[in-house]
Structure formats: C-alpha cells, structure tokens
C-alpha cells in the first residue's frame, strides 16, 4: 500500500513536460466530504488543478484557483504556496435536492481566476477565462489552450466518481498534466512532435480513475506503464502538506488595521467574538481587551 501526497515532474522525449499529482490526506483534509458527491468532485478536480500548476512556486510565491459563480456552488478557492502547503475552501448556496444536478447548474455564469504571486518585489500575474463546458477541466483547458503558447492537457481523477467510495483502496484525487514545448524553425522536428503529441493522448485516455487512483501503484509505475516506449525523465518528487498559514499575529494584526468604531461594533454586548479560519476551522477566541 501506497500513500502518496506528491507532484511529480516529468519529461518525455525532451519535447514534453508534464506533471502527475496524487492526493490522499492532503485533498481529504481539505475536502472534508461536507457536500454531495458531485460537489465534491469538482472540487476535488479544483485541487488537482492547483497542484499540477502551482507545485514549483518559490521564494515568497503563491498560486491560487478561484472560481466564482451564480449556481449552487458560489467559490472554490485554493491556493499552494513556496513551502508546499495546500489550502482551500468551497461556499454553497442552499438549495435541495442538488446530489444529481449536472456541472451546469452547479457552476452557471462562472469565472474562473488564475493568480499568481511571485513576492513583494516582483509583478502578480492574474489570467481569467469564462467557465463554460461540462466540466471544470473543460474551463482549464480554455484558459491554457487559448492564452498560452504551448499546448496543454490535462487529465483529471477523483474518487468521487467512482461506483464505490472507498478511501482505504484510493487516493482521493490526481491528476496528469502535459505541454507540448514548441520547436524553433524546425518543421520535420515539430511535425514529429505533433504526431508524438497525439499518440501521447490517446495513451493517457486509456488510464482509467480506478487504475490511476489504485494505492498500490506509485505515481512513478504510472508513469512508466504509461510512457515508458518513449525516453521519460522523471525528477525530484514535490511533498505537499496541509499546513495553514493562519496564526494568532494575522488575526491580530487585522484587527490592528481596523478602525476603533468597527472593532467596537463587533464587541457590542459581547465579552469575546470567535474567528473561524476558512481552510483549517481553527477556532480563535478574542476579548476587546486583547485587541488592545
């Protein structure tokens, strides 16, 4: 048994690069199973998505995925940072009898934002696309297919749509990332490319969510079984972690920054307020005094 939390990087025939993610307590802890399956689903998919992308952050870097739309589901919000630490939350309208509606109506007139911030002393970088399709991969590929130069695919695995759940014989959520790197004034190189490319595709469309998602494979046996005809570099794995970056100093310095008459106003007629973190639902208790 297998129990991964990683991104690993990848190379195929020095024409390729791609990424593969696979998630256990990392996507439950977030996840947290408070929602229908086919909620959970999507957002699971969401943090797929932020692993595969934001995985190489460095110094004081921050890559998030936000989605906001007018449907049952009103956010989806992660974020990974330079030390590997995945958070996100998800906020629903109420409505009933949502467990059988389609992403459509889960997710109408929707945006999705990707972010990044690369520290104090460099330029944040923000990419929205409209979402439309029958599924979030559906948007993502929008977004990277018509905004960048290279052409990117994804393929995205949760449990959630699987016939069975079943955790103690699954991860929760993964997925594979690829880009096709353009040749340079080379038209024999990127013909041979395109033509790799598509071959490439047609073999991940046959790795199926219970095979992929299997806790006796590793992400590296995946990868071979896969690709292994061609020359596939695998680098360094990436362990990711849960660990929120919330602590008693952020909330207090937010108070700090807010005018006495608010902070007064929150205190009316009460000796303590608590304040809830959205990602990790650590609990903070505060007088008036202690704002002081």
């Known amino acids: 048994m297998v129990l991964e939390n990683l991104v690993i990087p990848f190379q195929i025939n020095n024409k390729i690069k791609g990424t593969i993610v696979r998630l256990s307590s990392v996507a439950s802890q977030i996840i947290k199973n408070e929602y229908p399956r086919n909620i959970n689903s999507i957002f699971a998919d969401s943090i797929s998505i932020t692993a595969s992308i934001g995985s190489r952050m460095k110094n004081d870097g921050v890559f998030s995925f936000q989605a906001h739309s007018e449907g049952v589901i009103k956010t989806i919000f992660v974020d990974l940072n330079n030390n590997s630490s995945v958070r996100g939350y998800i906020s629903v309208n109420s409505f009933e009898n949502i467990e059988n509606l389609p992403f459509e109506k889960l997710i109408s007139n929707g945006t999705l934002a990707l972010n990044i911030k690369e520290g104090k002393f460099s330029k944040n970088y923000q990419g929205l696309v409209e979402i439309k ?133 929150l205190f009316n007629k009460k000796k303590s307020i608590e304040v809830v973190c959205e990602f990790c639902k650590k609990i903070r208790v505060y007088s008036e005094q202690d704002l002081k």
């Open 133 to 265: 399709g029958k599924s979030i991969k559906d948007a993502i590929d929008t977004y990277f297919n018509s905004s960048e130069q290279v052409k990117s695919f994804f393929k995205l695995f949760n449990i959630f749509n699987l016939s069975k759940y079943e955790p103690e014989s699954n991860h929760i959520a993964g997925a594979i990332k690829l880009e096709l790197m353009p040749e340079i004034n080379d038209f024999k190189n990127t013909e041979k490319s395109n033509e790799d490319w598509k071959t490439i595709l047609m073999f991940l469309e046959t790795m199926n969510s219970e095979e992929f998602l299997n806790i006796n494979k590793t992400s590296k046996q995946i990868l071979l079984n896969l690709f292994g005809q061609y020359e596939i570099k695998i680098f360094d794995e990436i362990n990711l972690n849960n660990n929120c970056q919330c602590s008693n100093e952020r909330v207090l310095n937010t108070f700090k920054s807010m005018d006495q008459k608010d902070i007064t106003y």
